[in-house]
């Protein structure tokens, strides 16, 4: 194995309390070797310093404050600055089990890899909504598996929110791209471009809080939908037919819903059927019947979402010569 010296790469954005979590729970590995924690405050208006100042006795904090520019560009100048040679990229809303550094270190020796993505779970103190949400973003029946199930159904693409990255492979690849939601599979498909593979650490998960309700759900998954074209057309070869399922599966349903009022009703039982699958799947896993039934709910509006972003950056880009940043410019920072 590498001699690896580790650096957790934080971007922040007026968030002090989820900074307070979060290096509360870092403070708390079971790990004998040394670690180095960098938080970028991304032209926060809400400073995290007072938070960072109260921990600096207990980590190795490097803190620093810059203008606002994204969460892919703050990681980029967080890994630049960096003392280690093995970055961990985290989300400022993630709280880290106190084996997590362990398990990653484990598997690196077993087999060492230049970008690794780990799973994210529900803590026990999240809301119900929350566990819902973590629920359908997470499950092979939703998405595939494609965010940390060892079930996956695709090649695995580390996200951002609990994703390791060796300083080669960064300076390889030049790291994050301006795109935001979008930038963990982009960075990832120029890591295989460039020759490095990726793979999933089972074991190494975080809690991920997804600070968010219904809305926010939508827009968020909306804006995945809108950027999934984006990144087939900057990299054709990773395009998959599986991406038009949520558009696919929502247009069915509506023509089923359509068919059942005329008195033809196999299509719509099929779709009970897949939420039925969902409701017990959650059952199952969440031990809740409140999460089960709210699970449904999540899923209809992630579809919802993802499969209209999908739909609509499709034909813009298609039918349009301008650039994507032209098309679609909230999706995009720019640099100042």
Not at 96 to 115: A, G, M, N, R, W
Not at 199 to 206: D, E, G, N, S
């Amino acid at each position: 194995m590498h001699d690896i010296s580790f650096s957790f790469i934080i971007p922040v954005f007026n968030r002090p309390d989820e900074v307070q979590e979060l290096l509360e729970s870092l403070s708390k590995q079971k790990f004998d070797a040394s670690f180095e924690v960098v938080i970028v405050e991304d032209g926060s208006t809400l400073s995290s310093k007072n938070v960072v100042e109260a921990f600096r006795d207990q980590l190795q904090i490097s803190y620093f404050e810059k203008e606002n520019t994204g969460p892919g560009d703050s990681r980029n100048y967080g890994m630049e600055n960096a003392k280690g040679n093995y970055f961990i990229v985290l989300d400022s809303d993630c709280i880290i089990p106190p084996q997590y550094l362990s398990e990653v270190t484990k598997e690196l020796k077993q087999e060492f890899v230049h970008c690794y993505g780990g799973p994210d779970a529900a803590h026990e103190s999240f809301t119900l909504v929350q566990k819902a949400i973590n629920y359908v973003m997470t499950s092979l029946f939703t998405t595939g598996g494609i965010r940390g199930n060892k079930r996956a159904l695709d090649k695995f693409q580390p996200r951002s929110f609990n994703m390791g990255i060796s300083k080669e492979a960064f300076e390889a690849t030049k790291g994050f791209g301006n795109i935001h939601p979008g930038e963990d599979p982009d960075l990832t498909f120029k890591i295989w471009k460039a020759g490095y593979n990726t793979r999933l650490f089972p074991a190494a998960f975080v809690y991920h809080k997804r600070r968010i309700d219904w809305s926010k759900f939508y827009k968020q998954v909306n804006k995945f939908g809108m950027v999934r074209p984006i990144l087939n057309k900057w990299h054709p070869g990773t395009s998959k037919l599986t991406y038009w399922f949520p558009t696919f599966f929502i247009l069915g349903l509506l023509v089923s819903i359509s068919l059942y009022t005329i008195g033809f009703s196999w299509p719509i039982w099929c779709y009970n059927g897949y939420f039925l699958l969902i409701f017990f799947d959650s059952l199952f896993k969440n031990r809740s019947l409140a999460i089960a039934l709210l699970s449904i709910f999540a899923t209809l509006i992630q579809f919802v979402g993802y499969g209209w972003g999908f739909l609509k950056s499709t034909f813009l880009l298609n039918f349009n010569n301008k650039e994507a940043e032209e098309l679609l410019p909230k999706l995009f920072f720019k640099k100042h």
